[in-house]
RNA sequence: GCUGCUGUAGCUCAGUGGUAGAGCGCGUCCUUGGUAAGGACGAGGUCCUGGGUUCAAAUCCCAGCAGCAGCUCCA
């Protein structure tokens, strides 16, 4: 007999094959056809495999079983995972040849990778959807089946997948004994847990098809991505859908063009922001916020150029390290992008990447040649490291300029330009830095991605002692000016090194470990939640990131604290300590804003366009009732404009309810109505955006007196909360099997 | 960069192998009104760009550019 021990904490007896589903049954018919899944023992697994195979407790114990109903959120992780199943069964169907890869489930469906010649189109879905309910009303069971290694390889040989077998071999080369699920004639390698039958998804949408790549390696082989979603109610779904676009209203992109905020033209190119009237408002507001900050904190602001040599983001490790998303190098000398090129084949010939032939060689040198650049000292009988050194002399008796792609290595100049005393550190140098990078045109999105950024940028230098509080002190600003917006929902992240792969970094082991372990240290000292991500790190440091999440729920990076001990260790910076001897500055980068362009991206979204009267564009709009009031309207806007708002009329010959209405819609914050009786009273009507029934008659002097109160605070009234935004990845699995 | 989709008026979008459409916005006039749209008239378009097919292309085909979604990347 098998003991279970229900919820209430009862034990009781069942015969030993016995089923989750089983002991629904014997509750009662209705929760044995709702229940999807079961919790044994804390695990979540298959309601239709017996209790014994699916706890790992040794036999005799009394196994723990909640049932999973679709009540549980976790039943709609597992009923999406068999969708997924049921999908890629439909696909089988419907084209010959496909080959099955990775099939999880996300935060808000499902998704099965597939390697398949014919390509799916959005006009496929009516046909592929047919074909899934089919597999839905037949209702067949998933049944689990266990195997070792070679018979899972043998399985998938004989299937013809390919992916999955490699996948075996590599990727789960560590697992002993595989799990398959079949379901009808479809078998397919996965973990599981699954519903017992098809007929337990009920409401199912293709949602879109789009490029993916073999185990995320884009040098892999592309595959066709199928997303769907699936819920236990169409209303639930029609609900999902209507949120999605209820989302898609707020995107920045869209608010961004209604009202008026940014512009990004072609003719000026993409990437490239144009900050329109009041966007630029809302970013002059904020820079002026954060520089009243920093100067409290002891930060001095400092400018620097757009361009700066070559050399420098070489010493710096920029150039090598990015070079693909970097705008190409201004060179002084016609010659100069020719012999950029020509070294740069050489070394691809001496790593054997790419052949560079005689013939090529004597064509560039003649090039050369006709732009100006004699290169009589090219040892064409020379070793390819003669040659390149003979060019790269050349090379740096011109002037190479790059467009910065950072800050980082002006700041450093500027600390070096004088000799630094421990007694002046730390040095702590902030400056609105605009950047360009190259991103590849696939990767561009509005202001959250874009090729010419501004970031609020600043580098501290300290000494080792001072770390860990000038990184404490950072953080909590980064807090500070979030909290300031009202922006609270983000997620803080250790971004680490990849352990694995320690080539793509520049410095010692020593000193990563050094930094690594600091930031652990600060972070859990100060005792924020925060999640680790190998590989997240900045080539030259391990960093704190604030994450958020947009309209439609991807996530974005936002502020960052980093830890460097390399650049200053790769420009031989200096300060001289106590001891009288020279001492390695420890360097701090810090943009609590990240870039001005993606922090407003999000702000926009996070407040739907309804910006908080400190931030908004246009704060207050007079409304005169008609013409007898528009010398008393003119009167009150400058009054206001004297008090320092941003204030506007509307003359139009519109009534006043449309007026009423633009201003509305405009999210203004504040609305001044006004006509005969005001101006006899010198008062105005203040209708508040947000409380448009509670509206208040006050002299001028008591409205400005209000306004400025509520704007100095800063006080956010109102975040326009989202229901899209509270679906969380919780319920995405990994690509295991 | 890769895969797929999209590109028509300032905006949102309909449309057809045969002379270009709506709503909103904009302009003018009438209306001078008390809290989410007063009325009339009017202007406005290289139908993304370049090729091709065709008697005829904005429509079909190809290439490019740009945007969107996903993947990859992100100092």
Redesign the pocket.
Known sequence: MLQVQLPDGSVKEYPDNYTAIDVAKTIGERLANATLAAEVNGNVVDAMRPLEQVSNLPAGTPIPLKLITNKDPRALGVMRHSAAHIMARAVMRLYPGVGLAFGPTTGHGF?YDFDLDT?????DFPRIEEEMKKIIVDAEPFERIQSTRDEAIKLCGDLNQKLKVEHIQTGLADHSSLSFYRQGNFLDLCRGPHVPDAGRVTAIKL???????WK????NK????L?GTAWFSQKDLDEYIQQVDEA?KR?H??LG??LGLFT?S?EV???LVLWLPKGATIRATLEEFIKKELLKLGYTPVYSPHIGRVEM?ETSG??P??R???FSPIFGHDAGALVDFWIRKLREHKEGTAVFSLDDENKLLESAKVMGAALTEYPKTGSVDAKIETLRVWEKNQERYLLK??N?PHHVQMYASQQRSYRDLPVKLAEFGT?Y??????????LL?VRGLTQDDAHMFCTPDQVEEEFKATLNLVKFVLGSVGLDDYRVQL?LRDSKNKS?YVGTDENWDKAEATLRKVLTEMGWAFTTME??????GP?TDFMVR?C??????LG?V?LDFNLPERFKLEYIGADNKPHRPVMI?RAPFGSMERFTGVLIEHFAGAFPLWLAPEQVRV????????DYAASVERRFREAGFRVTTDF???????????A??ALIPY?L???????AADTV?V?D?LE??K?L?LSVAEAIAKLQEEAAARRVRQVAKSNFRSFDSAGEEENEY
């Open positions: 998704y390509k799916i189109s959005e006009d949602i879109s098809i789009a490029g993916s790549y995320g390696d884009a040098n592309q595959l066709q991505r997303y898609k995107d992109r869209v063009k209604q990004i072609q190119g993409p990437g983001y920029h150039f390290y990015y693909d998303a970097q792609p950072m980082c950047v990078r190259h991103e590849k045109t696939g990767e561009l999105n509005g991605r971004s793509k590989g997240e790190a900045a080539f030259y960093k947009d439609i729920g991807r996530e974005w990076q960052t980093q980068h409304l005169p009732i008609s013409e007898k009031a528009y139009t010959s519109n009534r006043v309810n449309a007026k009423v209405r633009d509305q819609l609305m109505v006004v006509g005969e009786k005001e101006a009507t209708r955006r448009a029934d509206q008659n």
